[in-house]
């Protein structure tokens, strides 16, 4: 089955320490993107990578980091950095000609 | 930029009575739109979207929008709702330009279903 993963599903972290959130897609899309939904305020976008080794700033990268090493995996690490992680974190990804988006399960993390 | 607003964060129907959500967006050129659902502690789904042509578009689970140019609007209907229905409902644009790929999503609307 094509699809995106996401893991865990369920994150818990004490403050001041990073994590990384796992992301992988098998349906050979070139663009990949990580969005934090908060409730009441929609996805907003974190970063985007549209090819290998490149990925650009969304609308809330602060504390916030990526890498695009491999077509299929996009992982996000939320730094100490980031003020208040406590969110559910959704992966996306895309071909580059329609942009329709298919979403993975998400992943929630809570800093205690 | 290109924003999204969805003017109802909660709407609560009968189970077999009408639905429409709206939605209203800010954009420069021809938009390329999108309607996802998401249901409690999951993944969004995408019910349907609009590129050009027909301005009346099909989706799936019985869901259909009309693009208005002239009022800027995508609004989801639907004619007769289910109790499954129930969930959190998201318009989105794509940007153009520099920001190329990018979706710009609304605020999102809650469904409740009565039965």
């Known amino acids: ?112 | 930029a290109q924003s999204v607003t969805q003017p109802d964060i909660h709407i609560t129907v009968s189970e077999g009575a009408s639905l429409e959500l709206r939605c209203n967006y800010s954009y420069g050129a021809t938009p390329y739109l999108f309607w996802y659902v998401q249901s409690p502690g999951q993944g969004l789904q995408l019910l349907l979207k609009y590129f050009s042509g027909d301005t009346l578009v099909q989706g799936i689970k019985g869901f259909e929008a009309e693009f208005k140019r002239s009022q800027s609007s995508f609004n989801l209907r639907k004619p007769s709702v289910h109790w499954s229905d129930a969930a959190e409902y998201f318009c989105a644009v794509r940007a153009g330009g520099t920001s190329y790929g990018k979706l710009t999503f609304g605020q999102g609307t809650i469904l409740t279903v009565h039965p």
């Open chain 1, 1 to 112: 089955d094509g699809g995106i993963t996401q893991s865990p599903k369920y994150l818990f972290r004490k403050e001041g320490q990073n994590v990384t959130l796992s992301c992988e897609q098998n349906l050979n899309h070139d663009a990949m993107y990580w969005y934090r939904q908060d409730p009441g305020q929609g996805l907003r976008l974190i970063y985007y990578s549209q090819i290998v080794n490149d990925f650009q700033k969304g609308d809330i990268a602060e504390g916030y980091s990526v890498s695009r090493e491999k077509k299929e995996s996009f992982p996000l690490t939320v730094t100490s950095a980031q003020k208040n992680p406590t969110a559910f974190y959704l992966c996306a990804s895309s071909t580059l000609v329609d942009n329709e988006q298919f979403f993975g399960p998400g992943t929630r993390l809570t800093v205690l």
